[in-house]
């Protein structure tokens, strides 16, 4: 099972969560018509050393929220990433992954589907019919797109999706040492962290807490050998 651990901020961070047992790496680079909107954005500079930091040694993931096309695939030309993920102001379809596929050919596409209500399993089978992975994950109001809620949703819903599309499913939404052995049982192709396996302070994400990255890496390891 992949484990995905997101949002890291400088190249040190990223190999000390990859040395923890993550295979999949986000980085989250800001839109600079849009900054500090999100937790843990990094500009587009300051992110290019972190992709160069994985390459080779995990799965790095493009966090855009760039708000067009032309924007997000300038970030994938600069940053060369492993996946695209897109979770807010750009939605993908059949267009926008050929020109992806066109320009940067062995760039993967991943797209977030929120997990509001029985809705999202529509969602996902449209989505399913582009995207190389989708990840499901909760909302919260307060942030914009989908995804840093910090809060888990009715994973009822995700089992419906898990099981009506073709393409692999990564589980995310408050998942953290605590309560990822819960969802563990759907066998996800992959889970995912943010809010639980960061240093918070004050409501604000300051960085990544590697023993939490740890703890959260070995309890799904664990679970896949018994």
């Not at 062995?106 to 089978?125: C, F, H, K, P, S």
């Not at 809010?195 to 918070?200: L, R």
């Amino acid at each position: 099972m992949h484990i995905q651990i997101y949002s890291i901020i400088n190249a040190k961070e990223a190999l000390e969560v990859a040395k923890a047992g993550a295979d999949r790496i986000g980085v989250l680079v800001t839109d600079p018509s849009n900054p500090n909107h999100f937790p843990c954005e990094v500009s587009i500079e300051e992110a290019l050393p972190i992709f160069d930091a994985l390459r080779g040694i995990a799965t790095s993931v493009l966090i855009s929220v760039a708000l067009n096309e032309e924007a997000v695939l300038k970030q994938v030309r600069y940053l060369k990433p492993d996946v695209l993920h897109l979770c807010t102001g750009l939605k993908g379809s059949l267009e926008f992954r050929d020109k992806l596929r066109k320009q940067s050919p062995n760039v993967q596409l991943m797209e977030a589907v929120g997990i509001r209500d029985e809705t999202a399993v529509a969602e996902a089978i449209e989505v399913s019919r582009y995207a190389d992975t989708i990840i499901l994950d909760s909302v919260d109001p307060k942030i914009a797109g989908i995804g840093a809620a910090g809060v888990t949703h009715d994973w009822a819903i995700d089992e419906k999706i898990l099981t009506s599309v073709s393409v692999p499913v990564i589980m995310a939404g408050g998942l953290g040492p605590d309560n990822v052995r819960d969802v563990l049982k759907y066998h996800p192709w992959g889970v995912d962290s943010l809010t639980k396996t960061s240093v918070v302070e004050n409501g604000k994400i300051l960085r990544k807490d590697i023993d939490k990255v740890r703890d959260f890496c070995r309890i799904v390891k664990e679970y896949e050998e018994s």
